[in-house]
C-alpha cells in the first residue's frame, strides 16, 4: 500500500556525490527516478512515502520539481517523513503557490498536513475514509496501515 | 586605440552606476577597453563580481581581451587575491600589475571566493562548501537562529540558479562577511551574483512585453520578475525562488537588489536608504544580484 522512498539514496543515485536537493535539473532527475519506482508494476501508487532524513539543503526549485509535480501527475498521497525546518521552509510555499498539500508524518507516528490548508484538511478527512488512517484517543490522526 | 575604464576607489553596489556608465560609454566605441584598479582601496564582493561581469562583456563586445591593471596597494591586491578574483580574471583580462599567488578563501571573512557559476553542478558546489562556514559565522558572528542557515543555502541557491536558468552564459558569485562601519556600524554577510548574459527584460519579453505595454522595459522586466513572480517559463511553479529569497530576507531584515540593464529594483530594509525601483541608469549587460544579511539587534528588522 505505501510505496517506500528514500530521498538521500534516491539524490545518491542521481548526481552521485553530493547531499543536497538543489537546482531544477537535479529535481527533474530525483523526480523521473522516484516516477519509474512508483510505476513498477509491485507498487502500489497511491501514497509514496519520501523520507528525507540525510537530506542538507533543499530549495524551492527541487521542492516544486519533486514533490509538487508528483502531486500534481502521478500520486494522491506523499507521505514525508525526516523533514526539517529548513526543508518545511522549501515545501511549504511551493505547495501554496500551488494550491496543494501532503502529509507529514511525526516523530511520534501522528500524522499532519502542510501545505494549503483547505487541500491539508480534506487530505487528512481522505486518508481516514480510506480507512489508510484513523484517529488517535489524543484527537491527532494516526496511520494504520505502516 | 584602447579605452579607458575606470575602477571605483570604494567599489561596490553604490559606486557600480558610475562603473557602468564609464563601462557604457567605452563599450559604444567597439575598441578594446582598459580596465584601470589601480587606485582601488576597496571592493565589496559586488564589485568583485560585477568587474569579471565587465570584463566578460567586454570579450564578447568585440575583438581583444580587455586589459586589467591590477590594484598597486599591496592589503588589496592581497584581499582581491585571497577573495579568488584574479584566478577569474587571468581567463578574461589581460592582467598588468604584480599579482600574488595566494590560495583563495583562506580568510575566515571569505565565506566563498569568487566562483564560476555555469551549470547546475556548479550550484551543488556551491551549495555544498558554503554551509559549513555560513552555519558558524551566521550563528556566532550575525546572531541568527542555527536554522536560518538552510534557508541562507536556499537563497544562494536560487540567487545562482538564474544565471544557469536565464542568463544564457556563465556568471560568478561570491560571498563574504564584514563589519560594515559606514551604513550600520555591524557585521553583515554579503552574496553577490553577477553576469554578463541577456538581463530580465529580454529574458521575461516573449511572455510579458504584451502585457505592460508601453511600460515595458528594464524595470518593468524586473518588477515582474521580484514583485510578481513572473518567470519566461509558462510552468506554473516557476518563478518562487525570488520569492522565497525574498521572504528570507524580510524575516532577518536583510535586503536584496537587482540591477539588470537600466534599471535596479530592490526590497528597501528599514536601515537603508535605497530606492525601490531605479530606472534610467547606464546600460550594463546581464543581471547583478546583491543579498544582504545584517548582524540581527536592534535597527535590523
Redesign the interface.
Known amino acids: 500500500m505505501i510505496c517506500d522512498i528514500k530521498m538521500q539514496a534516491v539524490l545518491r543515485e542521481s548526481?552521485g556525490e553530493?547531499?543536497?536537493l538543489?537546482?531544477?535539473?537535479?529535481g527533474r532527475a530525483v523526480r523521473e527516478r522516484i516516477e519509474r519506482t512508483i510505476a513498477a508494476p509491485e507498487a502500489d501508487p497511491l501514497i509514496a512515502r519520501m523520507d528525507f532524513a540525510g537530506v542538507?539543503?533543499?530549495?524551492?526549485?527541487c521542492a516544486?520539481?519533486i514533490v509538487?509535480?508528483l502531486l500534481r501527475d502521478r500520486v494522491r498521497f506523499l507521505l514525508l517523513v525526516g523533514l526539517?525546518?529548513?526543508?518545511r521552509?522549501?515545501i511549504e510555499?511551493?505547495l501554496q503557490?500551488?494550491r496543494l498539500a501532503v502529509v507529514i508524518q511525526r516523530d511520534d507516528g501522528t500524522l499532519d498536513a502542510i501545505g494549503e490548508a483547505a487541500a491539508g484538511v480534506a487530505l487528512l478527512r481522505e486518508l481516514v475514509e480510506r480507512r489508510m488512517a484513523r484517529p488517535t484517543e489524543g484527537g491527532a490522526i494516526a496511520l494504520v496501515a505502516a | 586605440m584602447t579605452r579607458l575604464v575606470e575602477v571605483p576607489g570604494q567599489f561596490d553596489d553604490r559606486t557600480f552606476d558610475a562603473f557602468a556608465a564609464a563601462f557604457a560609454a567605452a563599450a559604444a566605441g567597439g575598441e578594446r577597453m582598459l580596465f584601470d584598479a589601480h587606485a582601488a582601496e576597496w571592493a565589496s564582493p559586488y564589485g568583485l563580481v560585477g568587474l569579471l561581469a565587465a570584463g566578460q562583456a567586454a570579450r564578447k563586445n568585440g575583438s581583444e581581451r580587455p586589459l586589467l591593471t591590477a590594484p598597486t596597494n599591496p592589503d588589496v591586491l592581497s584581499y582581491w587575491a585571497r577573495a579568488g578574483f584574479f584566478q577569474e580574471a587571468g581567463e578574461l583580462f589581460e592582467v598588468h600589475g604584480k599579482v600574488p599567488k595566494i590560495k583563495p578563501a583562506t580568510a575566515s571573512d571569505v565565506l566563498l571566493p569568487v566562483t564560476p557559476v555555469r551549470a547546475?553542478e556548479d550550484?551543488?558546489q556551491v551549495?555544498?562548501n558554503i554551509?559549513q562556514r555560513a552555519s558558524a559565522i551566521l550563528a556566532s558572528e550575525l546572531l541568527l537562529d542555527p536554522?536560518a542557515?538552510?534557508?541562507f543555502?536556499?537563497a544562494l541557491?536560487?540567487s545562482c540558479?538564474n544565471i544557469?536558468?536565464h542568463a544564457g552564459t556563465g556568471g560568478w558569485v561570491a560571498v563574504q562577511s564584514y563589519h560594515w562601519r559606514r551604513k550600520l556600524a555591524r557585521r553583515v554577510v554579503v552574496i553577490a551574483v553577477a553576469d554578463a548574459g541577456v538581463g530580465f527584460r529580454h529574458s521575461l519579453e516573449p511572455t510579458q512585453a504584451k502585457r505592460f505595454g508601453d511600460r515595458w522595459g528594464d524595470g518593468a522586466a524586473l518588477e515582474a520578475a521580484l514583485i510578481n513572480g513572473v518567470s519566461r517559463f509558462r510552468d506554473?511553479?516557476?518563478g518562487?525562488?525570488l520569492?522565497?529569497i525574498t521572504?528570507y530576507l524580510a524575516r532577518w531584515g536583510g535586503k536584496i537588489s537587482i540591477r539588470s540593464g537600466t534599471a535596479r529594483i530592490s526590497v528597501v530594509p528599514k536601515w537603508d536608504d535605497d530606492v525601490p525601483l531605479k530606472e534610467g541608469l547606464a546600460p550594463f549587460p546581464g543581471a547583478q544580484v546583491l543579498l544582504i544579511i545584517p548582524e540581527q539587534g536592534s535597527g535590523t528588522t
Open positions: 548526481v553530493y547531499g543536497d538543489v537546482t531544477r535539473p537535479t542538507g539543503c533543499l530549495d524551492y526549485s516544486d520539481e509538487a509535480k526539517t525546518d529548513g526543508h521552509e522549501a510555499p511551493v503557490g500551488h | 547546475a550550484v551543488h551549495v555544498s554551509q536554522k542557515t538552510m534557508g543555502a536556499m541557491s536560487e540558479q544557469v536558468e506554473p511553479g516557476r518562487q525562488g520569492a522565497g521572504r
